[in-house]
């Protein structure tokens, strides 16, 4: 475990620069607004390590998957999630000298991310060759009100003796992602204007042809007359203002920046707009830019926060997670989605997993309004035409979402996740009961729930087959939410969540008969329903294969799971973990130990539909094999400890999630975030110590404050109310803040809320 970072409850500070460790800072201290983010690279030059990355929301690059072993149904592409034009780029020269943080002496040096309020900060002290001291003060923000606006100040002073400085603001288009085969670069150049007013550079992505222009204007202060000049090459437009800066005179730079793409303009009207955006965050000038991005923070801590009193670490670390969760997502485009690196990194192409059904929905649910996750869903039924297209390169009928995607088709390029983990289909069916249950917002359903039910059931119904011998339905040849087995038959979570989809359609089906058979009946008919296929749906689901160990009274895996080597985590060496970067892929493959919750992950989805006892053995038998290789593991066994009464266990694995980034916890972080299971991580306290379920229409809790806590609390959307729940040693506090009258259960006790209301529930 590493810490980079001081543990404060609004701040991420980087004490110090630690060269070794510059991209870890840097992915820590990445910035985004939804529309586009990057990680906390430095304004100026530097030449240490560093991972120069800036990402805008849907702009990707298909690259090649085709190899020598490319075989049909295999995906035409692997989405690379682009680094793209970096436009916070600032030149100092002090006295004919570039700064570079890599060379000068730093004497002191602090980088720090405000979460609060969305804003990168920088101060440092360097010494030239002739040990002249110059401070330093920078602050960026990605404006959360204007999506396409950026802006960065620079503020330098001499603190030993006047000195000529210059500043360069510049934007370059010359960039490459790191992860390119042979060095090849994703951007060209289509026109750039240089002056020393508004410069402009437009880009376009090669194949894809998203086009890009991103534009700058900048302010200066602090000096008589300095002197502007422009200039440009090849992808590149820069200003520079020079001038004599006196001792302790501060020479200060304001950057104005505006990014526009074609995914919201058309080609032809990109750079008016961006020039446009940008006079106008010129003209409103930083300090109001600056309180209209601040406010927009205010209002989502005010709705969103979790507060934990008594330990400083989770606090922090639980902040860090909701903060980059909204960092990356703000629900306003359903275009858009949740990348598990979001813009912190360029590791995993694609934006969208299973992840954000199955991790990222509880938490939009609950904390913002349900539109939020609506569009989250839609998200899904836009690409129910291209899953159809996918399922039937596969050969099957129905549809097949992909397990990563940009636009809706596949494009990963490891064929045994791609092809295999079938089970992301259930997870998108799931969201929409997830949804359902939690809003009560039925119409989805008709207007476009069932559509994607009626879709991925009929996939199912083509994937299982029917085995004669033991008359039953069997999945073969599958990849279950654990990674570190491939191509097993009869997966319990596959078998499990594909028999549930099918009997979930048929009652949603159901429903609309009773509330909406016209639509039902054009559904229907469009998508050529017969009563034959449904009827066939419901024999599967009755019919479909589970297996068990009953030797322990668990649920299986999948098949021949007893024949492996039957060893617990606690077998392993402590030196060989983890084990993706120590053993080799064979081994792990045939080894007994699970990347990530998998028979598990059924019994958190499907928890209503399984008994305590059964939670209990299966918890009891999975969790000693788990190696928690995946950071969207330790999150859901939590839950299921916390519901086990297994407290101190709960708190454990969700220590491991909470502050997986900040401490390092997985040795990767260094590539970017893991912004998925951060939203595990907020289920952990809200699902796992706060006991959240829905049920019956109705909101649960059943708190437990973990012992080393003195309390905790956060606020709920729920219904179109508001709640805020405060857990104490003796009690549940639950105040109802906005909306209608609310019956809520508490410790299996209801209580009835009015706004304005607020009740205690003991434990005891
Ligand atoms: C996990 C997958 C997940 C992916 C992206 C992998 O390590 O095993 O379940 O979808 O990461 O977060």
Redesign the pocket.
Known sequence: MKRTCSVDPWLITEESLQPQDNRLAESLMSLGNGHMGMRGNFEEEFSGDSLQGTYIAGIYYPDKTRVGWWKIGYPEYFAKVLNAPNFIGIRVNIDGRGVDLAHWQVLSFRRTLDMRRSLLTRTFTVADETGHRFSVETTRFLSRKRREVAAIRYAIRPLDQAADIELTPYLDGDVANEDANYGEKFWELVNQSCTVDVSTLTMKTKKTEFFVTTAMNWSVTGVDNPSITHREHDKHVENTVSSRVGQGQSLQLTKFVAVTTSRDWAIEELDSAAEKRVREAKDLGWDMLLDEHTNAWERIWADGDVAIMGDAEAQQGVRFNIFQLHQTYTGDDPRLNIG?KGFTGEK?GGST???TEAYCLPFYLSTMDSSIARNLLIYRHNHLEKAIENAAKLGCRGALYPMVTMNGEESHNEWEITFEEIHRNAAISYAIFNYVRYTGDEEYLAEYGYDVLLETSRYWADRAHYQPRKDVYMILGVTG?N?YENNINNNWYTNTMAAWNLRYTLDVRRYLERHHPQRLKDIETTRGLTAEERQDWATIKDKMYLPVIEEFGVFAQQDGFMDKEQLTVDDLPAEERPLNQNWSWDRILRSVFI??ADVLQGLFFLNHEFDLETKRRNFEFYEPRTVHE???SPCVHSILAGELGLESKAYELYLRTARLDLDNYNNDTEDGL?I??MAGSWMSIVYGFGGLRIHDDTLHLQPFLPTAWEGYSFKLVFRGRRLRVSVSRDACHIGHEQGKPLDVSVHNCMVHLEQGQATDVSHA
């Open positions: 598990p995993y997993y299973w992840d939410p990674e990347k990530q995946s950071s969207l893991h998925t299971s």
